[in-house]
């Protein structure tokens, strides 16, 4: 075949996993070429978002896929993209305005400062689909790998391909702290061939190893240990009490973020958060006591903008409700909030698996990797929340054992790579290291079938991996987890190969090492806009 590479911002370490399939394709009798963006293009997504001029484009270009030797890199400044095919809308970077802006409200994407950047990103936008069109056609690509495809100008190369008619999957950087995420003929926030393995995994047992690896994820939460994740939260926390009186049920409620899914395609379900929260607390009857526990990243200051429109959102329903609203910069923790409540309803984000795996009664409201697994009751969509109620009829270990699978399949093998890929350590997860073993053949099946095939297909016959790794879970033997996936891990053996990370060119490998002393991706400040 030959494949095409497009990486776009060059947030860590996407360009690197981009280019790392890439040689791999090349290795295994592909024709590879990819495509830099070179400043082709008036304005994007990552300047928008920490507030560069047009030189922000010079590390950019050095940083991405240039910064990796040994596939062809062709620039788009050779394409003319004179006229838009089409197939392209404006509404396609609105994803991104949502995502620069963080706006929940809908409402409010109609006002002057939203509407001014939506004209800015729309027309660079669909230059860039005019050249990947133009690239596409001229190299007789077969499919190409993008990374992320939702912002901006990575929308425009998928739906080019799209246009093009050739298949493609977009990349993005594990969940967790091994892998690579494969997702075949859609963006990066497409959920349906993690549901389609969510359901053929979701009533097979955990193997030994697995088990472990899923708990690890818990137990590493609760000892407040390092992850090798984008983001993690309110390191300093302390327990709190709840903060409201009850005579009934006491619900805690995890907001996340919607503004990167909402109106995306897959996310059709997607409706009021607020609403839906309402009509649980309705069902539950008379006297619950609701406690909303802002998210930690409307407390931070990302590239320059604050959470405060996403705080507000729902600091301002809370109040007309009569709900306790925790703010996002609150050090209350989250988990001894979680402990303390009846009924926990996820909108998404990582509470609610979080909160099955200590046995709680959860509810997902939004669209999410666990939401089918039986480890929680599944209430997305209006009218859906009685029948999802029955999950407080389900054993608490059997709350635990559901979303223990649903985190392995998760992590493990709807991520792709996991033995092959880590990070490397003191880089933030922003350096990965790659077993020279690993091939393509996991990216040409699922290219080829359009669904993301599993990882890591093994199962147990029986469950008794399982209930040891509950017994301890419910025994709190937190550290003894972490050890026994630590065991597992050294236990792992492999067929050949070493673990070497990719060669750098010297201008990248400059920029690189001045970039690992500052924060990471949208972390950099920029000006105000």
Request: glycine share 8%.
């Amino acid at each position: 075949m030959n494949i095409g590479l497009f990486a776009g911002p060059t947030f860590r370490p996407h360009p690197e996993h981009v280019s790392w399939l890439g040689q791999l394709a090349k290795a295994g009798g592909h024709r590879v070429v990819g495509l830099s963006c070179d400043g082709a293009v008036s304005d994007c997504y990552g300047r928008a978002l920490l507030g560069r001029s047009r030189m922000g484009c010079v590390p950019c270009s050095l940083a991405g896929l240039r910064a990796y030797p040994g596939v062809e890199i062709q620039s788009a400044r050779t394409l003319t993209g004179s006229s838009t095919p089409s197939g392209w809308r404006d509404a396609e970077v609105l994803s991104s305005v949502r995502t620069i802006l963080r706006e929940e409200d809908d409402l409010r994407l109609g006002g002057p400062e939203a509407t001014a950047l939506l004209s800015r990103l729309a027309a660079p936008a669909a230059q860039m689909y005019a050249k990947c069109c133009e690239w596409i056609q001229r190299e007789r690509l077969d499919a190409v790998l993008v990374f992320n495809g939702r912002m901006d100008v990575t929308r425009a190369a998928i739906r080019a391909a799209q246009h093009c008619g050739i298949r493609f999957a977009t990349i993005e950087r594990a969940s967790f702290d091994t892998g690579v995420r494969v997702t075949p003929m859609t963006d990066c926030n497409s959920l349906r061939s993690e549901h389609r393995l969510q359901a053929i995994f979701r009533d097979d047992p955990l193997l030994a190893d697995q088990a472990a690896f899923a708990a690890d994820f818990i137990a590493r939460r609760v000892m407040r240990m390092p992850v090798s994740e984008w983001r993690s939260y309110n390191p300093d926390r302390v327990a709190a009490e709840w903060p409201h009186p009850s005579t009934g049920a006491r619900v805690l409620v995890g907001p996340s973020s919607q503004y990167e899914v909402r109106g995306e395609e897959g996310w059709e379900e997607l409706g009021d958060m607020r609403q839906a929260v309402d009509e649980v607390v309705e069902r539950l009857g008379p006297g619950a006591s609701v406690v909303v526990r802002g998210h930690p990243v409307w407390g931070e200051t990302i590239a320059g903008a604050t959470g405060e429109s996403a705080a507000r959102y729902y600091r301002e329903w809370c109040s007309k409700r009569g709900y306790a609203f925790v703010e996002p910069d609150s050090k209350a923790d989250t988990r001894s909030l979680m402990m303390q409540a009846d009924v926990v309803l996820a909108t998404g984000g990582t509470i609610g698996i979080e909160a099955a795996c200590a046995g709680r009664a959860v509810l997902a409201l939004a669209p999410c990797y666990y939401q089918a697994s039986g480890a929680v009751g599944n209430a997305v969509g209006r009218g859906s929340s009685e029948s999802a109620l029955m999950i407080r009829q389900v054993a608490p270990r059997e709350r635990i054992r559901h979303a223990l699978r649903a985190i392995y399949t998760h992590a493990y093998r709807t991520t792709q790579y996991c033995r092959y890929t880590r990070p490397f350590p003191g880089r933030q997860g922003a350096e990965w290291e790659y077993r020279s073993d690993a091939d393509f053949s996991q990216v040409e099946r699922a290219l080829m079938s359009g669904f993301t095939q599993a990882d890591d297909e093994r199962v147990a016959t029986d469950t008794t991996a399982e209930d040891a790794v509950i017994d301890s879970m419910q025994g709190e033997h937190w550290r003894e987890l972490v050890d026994d996936a630590q065991r597992h891990r050294r236990e792992q053996s492999f067929s050949g190969g070493e673990w070497r990370r990719l060669r750098l060119s010297i201008p990248a490998r400059v920029l690189l090492s001045v970039r690992g002393r500052l924060p990471k991706g949208d972390r950099l400040r920029s000006p105000k806009r």
